[in-house]
């Protein structure tokens, strides 16, 4: 049994080790930077909050990143569940601790595996795409939601460390192999790009993320993200077929002409997302998470978007005029509503 290590204890780790753990796998937590978090899950053990919302406590072995010292025999597998921007310290602090050949998967959002493969090695980096979310509500305390995962070898060969990694996950959510893992990245980056910052800018709280495809202002800003961030997956060799289960050419239709047709597919096809917050995430929580949304995680996504354009020579005005608007929002210079929208649609020509 190989010994696996997670790095960051929210609600994308917390969930994972829980599962895991639960399902008999030598599972460490490493809480990065909480120390309460470490304590108390060390004193009552994890509760873990399934999408029905049953609890459970599981008893994971767990350290506070200072006491990453006392770890006798290095681990073979390393999830980093970090938010993007700790991603490259998270790895090096680790680093000493993962035997030469230890798998280091990341399930965040961004294309993170262009700040792994420098530290860790290109042969040891295998993508997992999430589309599944947790909440952390308190210290010892995650939330889940269903959903499933997306894992395969850089270079699309379905290898038996794939298949090993996917029993181990199965113990969390249901698991797909892909022979196109990068391709399934673009297309998870591109809806982390759209959906949240244009609710964002529009003012729909977190948690109601299905709202940015409830009104004809958000889906064509969502249509252009679409059809932009294709062009750049495009060039970069990965172009998407398509977003949501709506087609690229029809998102490029709606962009033009949103008819209603288009748009209630749209909007049917926006319907897992969640209408309201997850068991046991209050209000506090919410402001949380948007902070670490949109502050630190941005430039891993949006921005991740506007760069790659700049190197391939694929202009990204939506992504740019986005980003500039949520930063804007948070030093105060304008506020969430209707006439963002309304400015992005006319600054940007869906061609």
Same mark, same amino acid.
């Given at each position: 049994m190989k010994k696996i290590a997670i790095a960051g204890v929210g609600g994308i780790g917390g969930n994972m080790g829980g599962y895991m753990t639960r399902g008999g796998q030598d599972v460490t937590l490493i809480c990065m930077s909480w120390k309460e978090n470490a304590e108390v899950i060390k004193k009552d053990g994890l509760t873990l909050i399934s999408p029905s919302g049953e609890q459970q406590t599981v008893r994971p072995k767990v350290l506070f990143v200072d006491e990453l010292p006392q770890v006798k025999e290095k681990f073979q597998v390393l999830f980093i569940c970090m938010s993007s921007n700790d991603t490259v310290k998270t790895l090096n602090i680790i680093k000493p601790y993962i035997t030469e050949d230890c798998w280091v998967i990341s399930p965040q959002n961004g294309i993170n595996e262009d700040l792994?493969?420098?530290?860790?090695?290109?042969?040891?980096? !295998?993508?997992?795409?999430?589309?599944?979310?947790?909440?952390?509500?308190?210290?010892?305390?995650?939330?889940?939601?269903?959903?499933?995962y997306v894992i395969g070898e850089l270079d699309g060969k379905i290898t038996p460390r794939i298949k090993e990694l996917a029993e181990m996950l199965r113990l969390v959510v249901p698991v797909r192999i892909s022979d196109n893992v990068m391709q399934?990245?673009?297309?998870?980056?591109?809806?982390?790009?759209?959906?949240?910052?244009?609710?964002? !800018?529009?003012?729909?709280?977190?948690?109601?993320l299905r709202g940015a495809f409830s009104h004809e202002k958000t889906r064509q800003v969502l249509a252009r993200f679409v059809i932009e961030v294709n062009r750049v997956a495009g060039a970069a060799g990965y172009p998407l077929d398509n977003v949501e289960t709506i087609k690229i050419a029809d998102w490029a239709k709606?962009?033009?002409?949103?008819?209603i047709e288009l748009g209630q597919q749209i909007e049917t096809a926006g319907a897992h997302f969640p209408g309201n917050t997850p068991p046991g995430i209050g209000k506090k929580g919410n402001a949380d998470q948007r902070k670490i949304s949109f502050s630190s995680e941005m430039d891993h996504i949006n921005g991740y978007i506007t760069r790659k354009g700049k190197e391939l020579g694929i202009p990204t005005p939506v992504n740019d005029l986005v980003v500039e608007m949520v930063f804007a929002m948070e030093t105060g210079k304008i506020k969430p509503g209707l006439a963002n929208l309304e400015k992005i649609i006319k600054l940007t020509d869906p061609k």
């Open positions: 792994i493969i420098p530290i860790a090695g290109r042969k040891n980096v !295998i993508p997992c795409v999430s589309h599944t979310g947790g909440g952390f509500v308190r210290p010892g305390v995650v939330s889940m939601h269903e959903g499933y399934a990245r673009w297309h998870k980056l591109c809806i982390a790009a759209m959906v949240a910052p244009v609710a964002q !800018i529009y003012g729909f709280e977190h948690g109601f709606y962009a033009k002409f949103p008819t």
